[in-house]
């Protein structure tokens, strides 16, 4: 199988809906690779520990942090606000090459300056049909080139919000928040 990243043209839902032979990395505790899985079915009430990744995209100019409601089509979380946007690596490929390639897969967006925050952030949540999110989830941050164009099959919604807006958006009312969300704020050193 291919391993190599694809590009896909910005908007084209259809080209994202191709990646269904897509593999997610199986880890062991210690984060040690084990095999792979199709990510079509690995989130289940069972789902084993995998690898991901988060990202928090900041306007180039306001500092602003890009917000997204997950699309009400998503398996798992729909309709909830979260970060950028996060992924899965695939084989053979590094955090910040899966970063970049959803970036301009789900967000039509580029980004630069990619640095890592939180790089041993894991969690495990269960969304309320009982589907478990059970990641090794390193954690980003990247300026945008650009406003985003996003595959409506992944964002419902976007926004730029002021870091400090995000944090009490999410305190006042974290059931409109993806959990990790708050738990990677949490964790964040404020500047």
Not at 149 to 157: F, G, K, L, M, R
Request: proline fraction near 10%; charge should be negative.
């Amino acid at each position: 199988m291919n391993t190599e990243p694809e590009a896909f043209p910005q908007g084209d839902d259809a080209a994202l809906a191709t990646v269904h032979d897509e593999l997610v990395v199986l880890v062991d505790e210690a984060g040690n690779p084990v095999g792979t899985y199709p990510k079509a079915s690995v989130h289940t009430s069972d789902t084993p520990l995998h690898l991901a990744f988060s990202c928090h995209v900041a306007h180039p100019e306001t500092g602003d942090i890009l917000v997204t409601r997950r699309a009400l089509s998503k398996a798992t979380w729909p309709g909830v606000w979260t970060n950028s946007f996060c992924g899965h690596p695939g084989p053979g490929e590094t955090p910040q090459e899966a970063l970049t390639r959803r970036a301009f897969q789900e967000l039509g967006l580029e980004v630069e300056r990619v640095e890592p925050i939180l790089p041993d952030f894991r969690y495990r949540a269960v969304d309320a049909s009982g589907v478990v999110e059970n990641e090794i989830c390193p954690v980003f941050t990247a300026v945008a080139v650009g406003d985003p164009s996003p595959s409506a099959s992944e964002v419902a919604e976007w926004a730029w919000i002021a870091p400090d807006d995000l944090r009490a958006a999410v305190a006042a009312s974290p059931f409109a928040w993806s959990p990790w969300l708050g738990w990677q704020l949490e964790a964040w050193p404020r500047s």
